[in-house]
DNA sequence: TATTGTTATACTCTATAACTATA
DNA sequence: TATAGTTATAGAGTATAACAATA
């Protein structure tokens, strides 16, 4: 049942995946320039954006994709700035969770609201268009829809 | 007009910014894996998917969002594995253009075709829902819908 | 023994500034 | 003067390996 009489060709799978690369590269430079507006490295608000809810040193590794050596050297580099601090866990004093300080708490909402405005494209889409794009984008990369809620 | 009597609510603009979010994510940890098994990291592999033909070195560091200092010492390393080679301009001296080797060409048919067969749910996409989710991507991220045509 | 986090190391990426060679 | 590319530098991210503390 094809939409219209003489429609656009669909893009190919190939095609559909250099506009994801684009958009995927988009978003990545939003997202350094509003972090850097807040003398902060993509990682770091990466890392911040994850901090919802306190997270073991850890858990922080697996979110970021990354080794956990490194996440000392994120950690560090932002508790210098006083956005987070390490808290020992009452249960298993191997375990160290990072928790926002309440500067950091300002800096994430402030870092959230700033994407959100760099993005007003997509607050005008309809509803029943973020619907689709939701489902269609939860079946491309099903890995992606049981939200763990990050930012980035 | 609705598109069920009891639709689950459209996704609030927010929560569609946290999934791009999420499939940004995923694309990346994709393509860095890619790219790890050719023994790349994800800068050289984004370099050389954009070396569908020549550019200059100031070209790809616009492509990169980075500095044009970095380049230099990206593309010495590919230079090294043999992936890319300087060409002098012909028209300009201070130009040079950066072009794939041999070997180099190979490298990239191998990750492009790694980075599709690793996207299975792409394909599984029918062509209308491939057209829509062109046109919703293209909606929410007008400047990536004039196609440089890169694959990271 | 296994796990959490850190340290040490080496390499890559990054921006800034200063330099050269061209234009 | 302006532009293309490089070099030097310092800081940040990266994986690997080895380590201490805890489980």
Redesign the pocket.
């Known amino acids: 049942m094809p939409q219209t009489p003489q429609a656009v060709p669909p893009p190919s799978p190939e095609e559909l995946m250099d506009q994801l690369a684009r958009v995927a590269a988009a978003y990545y430079r939003h997202f350094a320039a509003v972090a850097a507006g807040h003398g902060l490295?993509l990682?770091?608000g990466k890392t911040l954006s994850l901090l919802g809810r306190p997270r073991?040193?850890?858990a922080l590794a697996e979110l970021?994709a990354?080794?956990?050596?490194?996440?000392?050297?994120?950690?560090d580099?932002l508790t210098t700035q006083e956005l987070v601090r390490?808290e020992a866990d009452p249960d298993?004093?191997?375990?160290?969770n990072i928790v926002l300080t309440e500067q950091g708490e300002e800096t994430v909402g402030r870092i959230r609201a700033e994407l959100m405005s760099g993005l007003t494209s997509l607050g005008q889409l309809t509803g029943d268009e973020r619907t689709t794009l939701r489902t269609l984008l939860g079946q491309a990369f099903p890995e992606t829809t049981a939200p763990p809620r990050p930012t980035a």
Chains 1, 2 share one sequence.
């Open positions: 490295t990682m770091q073991p040193m850890r970021l990354c080794d956990a050596s490194n996440v000392t050297g994120i950690v580099r390490r298993d004093r191997r375990i160290k």
